[in-house]
């Protein structure tokens, strides 16, 4: 199994441009986890969803983040416009229904 | 609401010394409790979990109990390996259907030969 994959795994962009994150997920899994990670914060779940369908997304920081599954088999985390302070290493993660989440490799996204 | 708190890091110790690091959870019911490891450029990989109350989970020489009574998951291992240099993250789950994770802030380990 290819386990989660996400790209790009390094995203450097400037202030005000738009950011796509991508993710596949395990296949056969049905939960997919948006997870982002700064030293001053730690590790934040900014969303999830369950068969596609958005259940959690009250981690999401504000209206400049959206997240969308159109198939079981891929994700995307938007950030538009992007601001220096969302720099930070992005993870999804995948996992049946209660069980084990497993993480991606992670895009470290650093605006400038 | 449910939370996890680590002990702050970096632990800094020396190859074949024990290993404890400290978690404690606060939480209304009864979580499941996991720890998870994070190795430099990586994302997290499950290390171990525990889902009730006196069980023990283990995987790799780590070990952890699930202590009802004091809310804590310690981690321990008998002798460290430069290998096990990374990040530990303690979690709960609260077991509502769709394991939504609690973690803790992390606590690096750094294990000099």
């Known amino acids: 199994d290819a386990g989660v994959i996400q790209s790009p795994r390094h995203e450097v962009t400037e202030m005000g441009q738009e950011v796509t994150l991508r993710c596949k997920p395990i296949s056969g899994h049905n939960s997919l986890f948006w997870y982002r990670q700064t030293m001053m914060r730690g590790l934040e779940l900014l969303i999830y969803?369950?068969?596609?369908?958005?259940?959690?997304d009250s981690g999401m920081p504000e209206d400049r983040f959206s997240a969308k599954m159109p198939n079981a088999s891929f994700s995307t985390l938007k950030i538009q416009p992007s601001e220096p302070r969302d720099s930070a290493v992005y993870f999804c993660?995948?996992?049946?229904?209660?069980?084990?989440?497993?993480f991606g490799p992670g895009t470290r996204l650093t605006v400038l | 609401g449910d939370s996890v708190t680590q002990m702050e890091g970096p632990v800094t110790l020396s190859e074949e010394a024990f290993l404890t690091i400290n978690c404690t959870y606060t939480a209304t019911g009864y979580p499941s409790l996991f720890w998870y490891v994070q190795y430099p450029g990586e994302g997290l990989q499950l290390l171990l979990k525990a889902t009730k109350a006196d069980d023990k989970g283990s995987n790799k020489g780590f070990e952890a109990t699930y202590r009802k009574e004091t809310t804590s998951f310690h981690l321990e291992k008998g002798s460290v390996q430069v290998s096990d240099s990374a990040v530990y993250f303690c979690a709960l789950n609260m077991n509502t259907g769709f394991q939504k994770l609690v973690f803790g802030t992390g606590t690096r380990l750094l294990v000099s030969p």
């Open positions: 969803f369950n068969n596609n369908v958005p259940i959690d």
């Open positions: 993660a995948s996992s049946m229904l209660g069980d084990t989440q497993y």
